[in-house]
């Protein structure tokens, strides 16, 4: 009653006596207050004071804990921070089990209860107690709890309790180890406890994992920072999505960090692996959503980079520089305020670009992402003027203050060019502007372009070049765009093209607008429907629109072959100049032959309603289009196809058009079992009329040797085809040769002796190639044929084979035959006649055998002389006579020799040559020689008297 504050200062006495009890005792009383007595504290303030009072007990200071009074005001405030700092507190200096204690007196039945049996097992490692209070707690959570029977509130208290108690636990290195605290949010995240504890547990792992240092007071950017930098980056993309954190900077970073790998490798001069590092880096972008925009400043702030050139080379900022720039440009299709962006980033481009080609004239004039476009194909189209457009506005540019330099300006013209002709003439024109590029030709370009769309009149065009310099006559639109190609060097390319497809246009009843605004391949067809004429044209619009090669061959095969199959029975075939123009129009002409075939096959198969007509012209073209192309497996297949054919042709009695086969692809030899069905099948009459269907005579002189050739190698015995070839072709001197040359074979091949017929087959050939010979007035070859003969007539007489011999067999024969007529004849045949060729046979036959009829027939058929004696006795001289065993010769050589002498019509040779011979006989024929001629006895003496 003394006291102000009794029940505050009885607390006091308790407190400083170490009676927690009592204190609880003082805690618990009503205080009075103008409105009445308070009511008891709740569960949390009793646990408050009685921790403070035990571990007050325990020599901890815990005043600052506890209230300066105990009031109404501090019993209906929660005292949240005080309990976790006292819980922490006694967890610290290892009292945990007096907060169990604690909670067994004040609230026993409270998920209290279970967050303190959770701390126990927790400090004793017991992970299975662990777990089952942690259940417990978390299934009561929400539950009312009952003091005395009576419901004194919900447990939300307890929840800020143990998640305060947690984190204080989790954020303080002192209270736990690393592995305590990793046990602690492995339990809580997976009994779903939190998901601030399954993110804590998550960043945790990843952090140890990366043998990083787990700092749970850091935030959840530190983190990923942290394992960004280890390049941990999956698993820092994993906790910023779990956290809601941007992955933007993490995706930068692994692309960047893919950079400076390439960097320190040995490939880092390679502009390949570059290519394949920035691919790698678009696919990452992709992947993990990162705008365009985004990776487009990325790939600028690389560029901008001051260290930029000490880490890549030059060639490395084209490379970003046109990833930055299609980056913003697909941004800019979804938001227009990347345009500017674009833009700008297309300048540095084209100016890093230029700077290049300055140093090194071997880069490529467009970007690399530009040559891609330029291979897009819009409707067809292979250039970008259906794809882009067409320039609809004057070129405007000043050449005062253009910002490239002299050298940036002719790379620059080089560029503009490859962009016109790609058919990209607004970039080009854009590019120009923008770069204070001022060129005679854009303007050309301009009015060309503006011309061709009918926006101007030609007079307005002929002012309007007037104006920028180029003089050019008053004509129409064709003829000024046909003259502007040859008045422009960067443009003429463009200007030819918009010259053709104008001409196209009007052709077609179309404007050039409507005309880029179809498909081009339509375009085609129409075109080609016109007829032979439009070939030339047509190919003109194919090569400089760039229409994709195989839908040309498409459209090419499906005319020809519906302009074939739709012509009246009978009509005229095109011509092959007007084939050979209109196959010419595609790139490759093999190709055009690929694409017939399937409509040959297909007639193969529909074999009962074969058109043989078309079939026969498809086969000749596809295979013209195979030799254009020099395609030899497309050749072998056309032949193979002709062999199928054949029978049915022959079935339906197709003959002609198996000669049209024949014809139209001009391989005779190759074909010739067609024409050896056509004999075989008596139609024997339609091979010799069939010239009459060819226009040109070099074309019918073709097909007559041909036949001639046929019937000459497959059957040179019918003496009756030769005559109708010669009467129906009168080519008397062509199968003159023919068969000459067919008796030559004969005679090259091996002959039994005895076998006569082979010979008089030879001489039948023979005797017909003569009368063919008499015929055309060609006696050498008359002449010839008869020498043949006369050899021929000879084999069959003769034992011996005289035909096929070589030179020395030759020789052999003429020294060994004795009678000189026949020698003559084989000599003839041989060429062996002159002079020289006969000594030895005169030897043989006249010395050594004394057939002194042989020499009389001889020295009437030649014109002997001195010389002929000389190399008669050198020979003779140089030859080893037989003798006998006391060395007499056998044989009368020395006499048959002076009888030869006697004949020589120069003594002086035969005086000087018999006594050149050691001979008694041959030495009196020298002295009477002498004796008997006074001109040989001044020749002789001569010497004498002048010595």
């Not at 305590?180 to 998550?202: D, F, G, I, V």
Request: net charge negative.
């Amino acid at each position: 009653k003394r006291s102000e504050q009794p029940v505050f200062d009885l607390f006091q006495r308790a407190l400083k006596a170490g009676q927690p009890t009592l204190c609880i005792v003082a805690a618990c009383l009503p205080v009075r207050t103008p409105s009445g007595p308070s009511s008891p504290p709740p569960a949390a303030h009793c646990l408050l004071v009685w921790l403070a009072c035990q571990l007050q007990a325990k020599g901890l200071h815990c005043d600052d804990h506890l209230p300066s009074t105990f009031s109404s005001a501090w019993v209906r405030v929660l005292p949240l921070k005080p309990l976790i700092h006292l819980i922490t507190k006694a967890i610290t200096f290892q009292h945990s089990r007096m907060v169990n204690a604690g909670f067994d007196l004040f609230d026993p039945s409270s998920p209290g209860k279970h967050l303190s049996q959770f701390l126990v097992a927790f400090f004793d490692h017991n992970v299975k107690a662990m777990k089952k209070n942690l259940e417990a707690f978390l299934a009561s959570k929400n539950e009312p709890h009952i003091v005395a029977g009576a419901t004194i509130g919900d447990s939300t208290w307890i929840q800020a309790l143990a998640e305060g108690v947690f984190q204080a636990l989790l954020r303080r290195s002192d209270l736990l180890s690393s592995d305590q605290r990793l046990l602690l949010l492995k339990t809580l995240a997976e009994a779903n406890y939190s998901e601030e504890c399954a993110r804590q547990y998550k960043t945790a792992a990843y952090l140890g994992e990366a043998g990083l240092e787990v700092d749970l007071s850091k935030s959840i950017e530190d983190a990923i920072r942290s394992l960004v930098e280890h390049g941990s980056f999956v698993k820092a993309r994993d906790l910023a999505a779990a956290s809601g954190v941007d992955a933007d900077y993490i995706t930068l970073q692994e692309a960047a960090d893919k950079l400076q790998e390439l960097q320190r490798s040995d490939l880092s001069a390679s502009r390949l692996a570059m290519e394949v590092v920035m691919e790698q880096c678009q696919l990452l972008f992709k992947q993990h959503g990162v705008s365009k925009a985004t990776a487009g400043q990325w790939f600028v702030d690389i560029c901008q980079a001051e260290n930029f050139d000490d880490r890549f080379q030059e060639s490395a900022q084209l490379s970003f520089l046109e990833y930055a720039y299609l980056a913003y440009k697909q941004a800019s299709l979804e938001d227009e305020t990347h345009v500017q962006a674009a833009k700008d980033t297309e300048l540095l481009l084209w100016r890093e670009l230029l700077q290049l080609r300055v140093k090194d004239s071997s880069l490529p004039l467009l970007p690399q992402l530009l040559s891609k476009e330029r291979s897009q194909s819009t409707r067809g189209w292979g250039t970008g003027d259906a794809r882009e457009g067409l320039l609809a506005s004057n070129f405007d540019a000043s050449a005062d203050d253009c910002l490239l330099s002299l050298e940036e300006q002719a790379a620059f013209e080089e560029s503009i060019q490859q962009l016109l002709n790609a058919g990209l003439s607004i970039k080009a024109v854009e590019l120009a502007e923008a770069m204070r590029f001022n060129h005679q030709d854009l303007h050309v370009a301009a009015i060309a372009s503006h011309l061709a769309q009918e926006l101007i009149s030609p007079q307005q065009a002929t002012s309007h070049l007037a104006s920028v310099g180029v003089e050019v006559p008053a004509l129409d639109a064709q003829s000024t765009l046909e003259h502007l190609t040859t008045r422009c060097t960067l443009a003429k390319r463009l200007c030819r093209r918009l010259a053709v497809n104008y001409r196209v246009s009007k052709s077609l009843n179309m404007s050039l607008k409507a005309t880029l605004g179809t498909e081009a391949l339509r375009v085609l067809r129409f075109l080609l429907q016109r007829g032979s004429s439009s070939f030339a044209l047509a190919k003109e619009f194919v090569t400089l629109n760039e229409l994709h090669r195989s839908g040309v061959v498409e459209v090419l095969a499906d005319v020809y072959y519906h302009t074939m199959k739709e012509r009246e029975e009978g009509a005229t075939a095109w011509p092959d100049s007007a084939f050979l123009e209109f196959a010419d129009i595609c790139y490759v002409p093999s190709e055009l032959g690929l694409r017939l075939l399937p409509f040959v096959e297909a007639g193969l198969n529909a074999k009962e309603a074969l058109n043989v007509p078309l079939q026969v012209d498809l086969t000749v073209r596809a295979h013209t289009c195979f030799q254009l192309g020099g395609n030899m497996k497309g050749i072998q297949h056309i032949h193979y196809l002709i062999q199928q054919q054949v029978p049915t042709y022959v079935q339906l009695g197709a003959f002609r058009s198996l000669l049209d086969l024949v014809w139209g692809i001009k391989a005779y030899r190759r074909l010739e079992f067609i024409l050896e069905v056509v004999y075989a099948n008596d139609q024997i009459e339609l091979m010799f009329g069939y010239r009459r269907k060819l226009a040109m005579a070099r074309e019918r002189e073709s097909f007559q040797k041909a036949l001639v050739d046929f019937f000459t190698r497959k059957h040179p015995d019918n003496s009756e085809i030769f005559d109708m070839l010669s009467l129906n072709f009168s080519i008397s001197m062509d199968i003159g040769k023919s068969r000459l040359a067919a008796a030559k074979r004969l005679m090259q091949k091996p002959l039994a002796v005895g076998n006569l017929e082979p010979i008089e087959l030879i001489l039948q050939m023979l005797q017909e190639a003569s009368q063919h010979f008499t015929k055309a007035a060609a006696p050498h070859l008359t002449r010839e044929c008869l020498l043949l003969a006369r050899v021929v007539g000879l084999q069959a007489q003769l034992p011996v084979t005289i035909l096929n011999l070589d030179t020395a067999q030759v020789d052999g024969f003429l020294e060994k035959h004795p009678q000189l007529l026949e020698s003559a004849i084989v000599a003839q045949f041989y060429d062996r006649e002159a002079l020289a060729h006969w000594v030895k046979p005169v030897y043989q036959q006249v010395l050594a055998r004394g057939n002194f009829r042989y020499w009389d027939q001889f020295s009437q058929a030649y014109m002997l002389d001195g010389t002929f004696f000389r190399e008669l006795v050198h020979y003779f001289k140089k030859q080893t006579l037989p003798t006998d065993e006391d060395g007499r010769v056998i044989g009368n050589y020395h006499v048959n020799l002076l009888s030869l002498l006697s004949e020589c019509q120069d003594q002086v040779v035969a005086y000087n040559l018999a006594i050149d011979i050691q001979h008694p006989k041959l030495q009196q024929f020298a002295a009477d020689l002498l004796q008997h001629n006074l001109y040989l006895q001044d020749v002789v003496m001569q010497p004498a008297r002048q010595k």
